[in-house]
Nanobody, 115 residues
């Protein structure tokens, strides 16, 4: 089991920036963020592994940056050049376990971008 505590999010104008953070209660294999807009499916935004490998959705490449501190079991997502279509609930997730890997979710944080 792992507990994920998210912070950040809020209301920002288009072109602005926000920073999300997510702290896990124990070490994980990978952490990242999904988002879900109203009426849409949850989609992967960004992932970072414990080894530092990152992966981004095409829609956020060049605008969002994920980083982590393994010693703190914390991941950050820097959201820059925000667009109205980035409006969604952002969910932190963590994968852990070996050999069977399980996924755990945070409570979600709202990001609203006004145009």
């Amino acid at each position: 089991q792992v507990r994920l505590v998210e912070s950040g999010g809020g209301l920002v104008q288009a072109g602005g920036s926000l920073r999300l953070s997510c702290a896990a209660s124990r070490a994980t294999n990978a952490m990242g963020w999904y988002r879900q807009a109203p009426g849409e499916q949850r989609e992967l935004v960004a992932t970072i592994t414990r080894g530092g490998n990152t992966n981004y959705a095409d829609s956020v490449k060049g605008r969002f940056a994920i980083s982590s501190d393994n010693a703190k079991n914390t991941v950050w997502l820097q959201l820059n050049s925000l667009k109205a279509e980035d409006t969604a609930v952002y969910y932190c997730y963590a994968r852990l376990g070996y050999p069977n890997e399980l996924t755990y979710w945070g409570q979600g944080t709202q990001v609203t971008v006004s145009s």
